[in-house]
């Protein structure tokens, strides 16, 4: 293969959606007997015009009431073997490119000259039937994914091994647990060997030991020179996978540099430091509340981006209630950079009584004692949960990071010693000596 | 995927007419045979009868028309036992039935596929075509039965068997792949379609005999490609005299069919995952 051409070359792409048509209130109960009349012909007209674009001036890439551009003139190249993360919020276009990539959905403008087989996950286990076997699914999603009946055939044992499901191989899937059907599904998509992978969000499924082992899967692949392309909100994730980041926005390329500085921008993105963020009307938001900020505040009350190992940690979340009625509470998750979920912040039961919140601004505190967190950088995903029923209000998925350092002094765990210390956190226990 | 190592592939903004990739196919012909492979596989899982479904279903229709068009309404079916005179048309049209309900909803039922993974679209549709052929070759065995009781004699009309059974393959195959692309977009064809199947029986001679139509309307008759089918497995299989001038225009129907379904799949390809 001539390596000195790009593996995926995209020029300009773009792509436009319509929303479909508000729909019109009726004044009183004859208009309404009339549309509803009429109703046949303006439905037709309305899924019609899904997917004509005549009417649009497509030269200017405005978004207007009814048109949406998910993705406005995106440009990139990839040389092979480069290992790429897509970072950006939800609703940036992350998975809109995905697709225009995997061909599932054609680009409305511009093109895309792709050199090497390629092979997409943006799923695990598409295609897997509850009533097929083990075996059978793998044979099934992995020609799904692309992969011949031959390529499985030799590669059959492996993916059996990796899933850790050996005994249950000739079980209908139906009857394994959701934790055996994700192992089976990553193991088919971890033996593919495309010359360009790309992947959405997968890796926030099964145990974090598992995650941990098609964390390493991946990387292999990476290293074996394939073209990579991986998108996720695990920003821990993509900067151990990833040398090189873009970072999408609005339907727009923002940023394309080295994964540091992007996730960097990411989590900066205007709206604060990395350890604080705050909207004014534009956050995240549900029926009930919007969220105002996230911030992580040292000892003194200020916002901070580092942290002593023997400093408390206080995560606040400030969030406005728009309309009374329900008892809302507040959640964080703390995530390390390898992407392990630490421990989750529920609100404590004392919180759960019956009184609904009022409307306007409520700030929450959790705190994190110091000599608990262990070295190195922290993501903190922040939700809000209304009480019966129970729905997500908004989830900010690690919208917030903060670095813990360690200290050399003789109250931490490290008591002074120098040496590396493994272990996900690093809490100061109490110890006795009995003789 | 099964491309070569050198393959340059463009994805850009499609024409306007789609054009059928043959080469694609070949590359995802593993893909084709597993789905259509799971699609026989997980029809009868969980039931008692298992592919007996396949007989028990085809027969109680030829049963029930038997006593009600034979028996009660004593429909003259040029001196053929009514049970022989029907069981070789229901047998091909149950087939066709079930293919094509199976066919026209296979976008809608694979949405959840057509969102996350390419393959060639024409995939969908032609799975059912082919997995249905499983029940219909085990309901022959019912025909295989009536034909030894009636003691059938086989004739040279035998060969042309063939032709019947593609015709009987490219009607599904074509109204299914238009109403599959239509479906997509408007579920109207979910709620029109057992329907509009049901009153189809009635417009072939499956149940009566072709020689009741008024001689100046045969020849507009024949046009239906089910009544080709229908009329042809019954020449073949009954050894019948091959009335061909009834039964050339619906294969031409059935190839022409099958055409427009591919052309105006191809067409609105595209737009497919926009509009789940």
Known sequence: ?435 | MSESTNSLSVIKPPSRWGILNLKELVNYRDLFVFLVWRDIKVLYAQTILGFAWAIINPLVQIVIFSIIFGKVAKLDTDGIPYILFSTVAVIPWTYMSDALNRSSQSLVSGQNMLGKVYFPRLIFPATPVLAKLVDFFISLTILVGVMIYYQVELTTNLFYLPIFFVAMMLVPAGIGMALAAMAIRYRDVKFAMPFAVRMLIYSAPILYSASKIPEEYRFYYSFNPIVSVVEGYRACLLGLPMQWQYIYPGLIMAVLIFILGLVYFKKMERIFVDVI
């Open chain 1, 1 to 435: 293969m001539n390596s000195t051409m790009p593996a995926i070359e995209a020029e300009n792409i773009s792509k436009i959606y319509r929303l479909g048509v508000k729909l019109k209130r009726d004044e009183n109960i004859v208009s309404s007997i009339g549309r509803m009349l009429k109703s046949p012909i303006s439905n037709y007209k309305k899924y019609r015009s899904l997917y004509k674009f005549e009417d649009v001036d497509q030269s200017k890439r405005e978004d207007t009431e009814d048109i949406l551009w998910a993705l406005k003139n995106v440009s990139f190249k990839l040389d092979h073997g480069e290992v790429v993360g897509l970072i950006g919020h939800n609703g940036a276009g992350k998975s809109t490119l995905l697709k225009v990539i995997s061909r599932i959905t054609p680009p409305s403008h511009g093109h895309i000259n792709m050199r090497g087989r390629v092979a997409s996950l943006l799923e695990v286990g598409t295609g897997f039937h509850p009533e097929l076997t083990g075996r059978e699914n793998v044979y099934l999603n992995g020609t799904v994914l692309g992969m011949s009946r031959r390529e499985i055939d030799s590669k059959f044992d492996e993916i059996v091994a990796f899933s850790e499901v050996e005994d249950f191989l000739d079980t209908p899937v139906k009857r394994y647990s959701s934790g055996m059907r994700v192992r089976l599904a990553f193991s088919v998509a971890a033996h593919l060997e495309p010359e360009i992978l790309i992947v959405d969000e997968v890796l926030a499924v099964g145990d974090a030991s598992f995650q941990n082992k098609c964390l390493s899967k991946m990387e292999d692949v990476g290293g074996a020179g394939r073209t990579v392309m991986f998108v996720s909100h695990n920003m821990a994730a993509v900067t151990r996978l990833c040398k090189r980041g873009l970072l999408i926005g609005h339907g727009q390329l923002l940023m394309d540099g080295s994964m540091h500085k992007v996730v960097d921008a990411y989590l900066h993105d205007g709206h604060g430091t990395s350890s604080s963020k705050e909207w004014d009307g534009d956050g995240p938001q549900g029926e009930y509340a919007e969220l105002k900020s996230v911030r992580v505040i040292d000892q003194k009350g200020e916002v901070s981006d580092v942290f002593d190992i023997r400093e408390t940690v206080s995560l606040e979340v400030t969030f406005n209630v728009s309309k009374t009625g329900r008892q809302l509470l507040p959640h964080f998750h703390v995530f390390n950079q390898e992407g392990i979920h630490l421990f989750p912040l529920l609100a404590p039961a004392e919180y759960r009584g019956d009184s609904f919140h009022s409307t306007g601004e409520h700030i929450y505190v959790a705190k994190i004692p110091g000599n608990y967190l262990a070295e190195g950088m922290h993501y903190v995903t922040c939700s809000l949960m209304t009480m019966s029923p129970d729905r997500a209000q908004f989830v900010a998925d690690q919208v917030i990071g903060f670095q813990v350092v360690d200290s050399d002094e003789l109250d931490t765990v490290r008591a002074g010693w120098g040496g590396k210390l493994r272990g996900a956190v690093r809490p100061m226990f109490a110890w006795e000596k009995l003789s």
